[in-house]
């Protein structure tokens, strides 16, 4: 797949590549530190099983992603996951449906519209593939740049496994 870069003000962005894996890996860390959502150890260990995944779904064409450089500094990326899901009512003939994850801006880079581009990405990826539902997590920050997007809140809930 050719690598088609475009300039956004003196920014630039393009599709991640394996090579990606690890600075993918940090932003992810980053960007749930900055949430506060967990102890360092725990991003960690989060951070040793992640960074293979991400390179395997890369490899399978599941994981799309996109970073964007000031220069030769990565400063911003987002992912989409393209997720196996029973045709529904929001989509009766699709059995996919995209998930972003992964979008984190360095903080001095914030304010300057680049998490809507990169999620306009994934967005544009989940539609060349054919996906009509798009799913993410936002943090409290994050809300009111997907609520001008378009999405909406659903009414997910979690059962995780408490682990010792």
């Known amino acids: 797949m050719a690598v088609n870069p475009y300039t956004h003000h003196m920014l630039t962005t393009r599709r991640a590549t394996l090579e990606d894996t690890e600075l993918i890996t940090r932003h992810r860390m980053a960007m749930f530190a900055d949430a506060g959502s967990a102890p360092d150890p725990v991003l960690e260990q989060m951070a040793r099983y992640f960074e293979p995944w991400v ?8 994981y799309a992603g996109w970073i964007t450089s000031d220069g030769t500094r990565p400063i911003a990326s987002a992912g989409l996951l393209m997720l196996d899901w029973a045709p529904h009512f929001l989509d009766p003939t699709g ?12 903080p001095e880079y914030r304010g300057r519209g680049l998490a809507t581009m990169l999620t306009r990405e994934c967005i544009d990826e989940a539609r060349q593939r054919g996906v009509g539902v798009v799913a993410l997590h936002a943090s409290k920050k994050g809300q009111p740049v997907y609520e001008k997007l378009g999405f909406t809140t659903s009414n997910e809930m979690l059962w995780v496994e408490t682990r010792s």
């Open 95 to 106: 059995e996919q449906r995209g998930y972003i994850l992964n979008v984190f801006v360095e």
């Open 55 to 62: 390179q395997r779904m890369i490899g399978e064409n599941r």
